[in-house]
């Protein structure tokens, strides 16, 4: 069935470096891929997507472009701020979005 | 809109008893999803309507879980005779089809501790 693997955290920074959490997809057919985000005490936000290959989603800084080629999404920002720090979910869906298949999570901690 | 909202946010109970949450979603999303999160993995599908029809569910949805959404609006979601397994977030999602999908919301979820 279809998967998602992306990194192991957490990743710590320092404030203003550059972030990649790798991720990566096996899937059927054409999903769309999304990255998720999870401050702490809140519910799950869509941050960024993409819906078909060679597609960039971007927002609040944050970049990722749809690899069909190396079957990834990679999520990368420039400059990290501590109001980045929380929990990091890729996920992707099928073409009718039925449902979300999302990998375990990568927990990003920047400090000042 | 005030967004997905979920009912209760934390529920203890004890093994055995049988627990029933609620999921209101946005008012104009006609899909529907819940998903159930473990301590350090992503969230796992559970099932998903478009409006009143239950269209999928897991294999992780046991006989134990049952799921409604009656006149297309909220949802429940009960578990009968709880395990300790089944302690975990229940998260809930609302979508509004449209051709080439579009962005599920999420609520806060509701904790589920079974001792």
């Known amino acids: 069935g279809d998967s998602v693997t992306q990194m192991e955290g957490p990743v710590t920074l320092s404030e203003e470096a550059f972030l990649t959490i790798n991720c990566t997809y096996t899937?059927?057919?054409?999903?769309?891929l999304f990255w998720y985000v999870q401050y702490p005490g809140e519910g799950l936000q869509l941050l960024l997507k993409a819906t078909k290959a060679d597609d960039k989603g971007s927002n609040k800084g944050f970049e990722a472009t749809y690899r069909k080629e190396t079957t990834s999404f990679h999520l990368e920002k420039g400059s990290v701020q501590v109001s980045d720090s929380a929990v990091y979910f890729c996920a992707l869906s099928d073409q009718g979005f039925q449902k979300l298949v999302f990998g375990t999570g990568t927990r990003l901690l920047v400090s000042p | 809109d005030t967004g997905v909202s979920q009912d209760p946010r934390h529920k203890i109970t004890k093994r055995g008893q049988n627990v029933t949450f609620r999921c209101d979603p946005i008012?104009?999303?006609?899909?529907l999803y819940w998903y159930r999160q473990t301590l350090g993995q992503g969230p796992e599908f559970l099932t998903y309507?478009?409006?009143?029809?239950?269209?999928?569910k897991s294999r992780l949805l046991s006989d134990r879980f049952s799921a409604e959404r009656p006149k297309g609006s909220f949802s429940t979601l009960e578990i009968q005779r709880t395990e300790q397994g089944d302690s975990a977030m229940y998260l809930c999602a609302s979508s509004l089809k449209l051709a080439g999908g579009t962005e599920a919301f999420f609520g806060q979820g509701t904790r589920l501790t079974v001792v």
């Open positions: 309507f478009q409006n009143e029809a239950q269209l999928e």
């Open positions: 008012s104009e999303h006609n899909r």
């Open positions: 899937a059927t057919g054409y999903p769309s």
